[in-house]
């Protein structure tokens, strides 16, 4: 049980497009998320909590105009890249809390990741 | 601000050894500590949690140690094996269940046959 999806598990993009991704919880709720980024040999930073039917929260230094992130559902937040840059490119990752069905309510579930690559 | 730093970076040992690998953070005041596996181009295994109130968890050849009061956590690995061979992160829940993990940068744990 709580299982966190992320689609696409990777992209390849044009410099100057907008690429969508999708966070889903697949068997619970869940009314905040996380959106974190990872570079090369780096840790996990976070960049964003989604709040369901709310506007996201950024961390300091994580355009807010840049990375859109939309939480519509208690099972679906997305992030968007828009006009994306080789600079952008890293591995995103999701995470969930559950607050109803499958799993601890104290724990994060984290998605497999999206691999995003700017040309 | 919470900091999370892990010693060693990196780490080669050969097949069947024991290791431990460190982890330690700055405020004392955290809610949970969790350790991951990540294997390369992967996302995130969950392997231990350890609740604040907590001193150790266990599973299998994995064993999770926390002293909150010095801010520091071990996992420890039994008996190494080439497929334990991954990147393994320390990650700590701060003062409540709702915020985000703070992570450390990771050791990378390279076990040879």
């Known amino acids: 049980g709580a299982v966190v999806s992320q689609h696409p598990s990777w992209v390849i993009c044009k410099s100057g497009t907008s690429v969508k991704i999708e966070c889903r919880s697949l068997?619970?709720?869940?009314?905040?998320m996380f959106w974190y980024r990872q570079f090369p040999k780096q840790s996990l930073m976070l960049m964003a909590t989604?709040?369901?039917?709310?506007?996201?929260?950024?961390e300091q230094g994580v355009e807010k105009d840049k990375f859109l992130i939309n939480h519509a559902s208690l099972t679906l937040s997305t992030l968007t890249v828009t006009s994306a840059h080789p600079e952008d490119s890293s591995f995103y990752i999701c995470?969930?809390?559950?607050?109803?069905?499958?799993?601890?309510?104290?724990?994060?579930?984290f998605g497999p990741g999206t691999r995003l690559t700017v040309l | 601000k919470q900091e999370v730093t892990q010693i060693p970076a990196a780490l080669s040992v050969p097949e069947g050894e024991n290791l431990v690998l460190n982890c330690s953070f700055t405020d004392s005041a955290i809610y949970n500590l969790q350790w991951f596996r990540q294997d390369p181009g992967k996302g995130l295994t969950s392997l231990l949690l350890?609740?604040?109130?907590?001193r150790e968890q266990t599973s299998g050849r994995l064993n999770a140690s926390l002293d909150k009061s010095s801010g520091r956590s071990t996992l420890y690995i039994a008996a190494s094996q080439p497929g334990d061979s991954a990147t393994y992160l320390c990650a700590v829940t701060p003062n409540q269940a709702g915020t985000a993990l703070i992570f450390g940068k990771g050791t990378t744990l390279s076990v040879s046959s």
């Open positions: 995470s969930a809390r559950p607050t109803g069905g499958a799993g601890r309510t104290d724990t994060q579930y």
């Open positions: 350890i609740q604040s109130s907590q």
């Open positions: 989604s709040n369901e039917g709310s506007k996201a929260t950024y």
């Open positions: 068997d619970f709720q869940a009314t905040t």
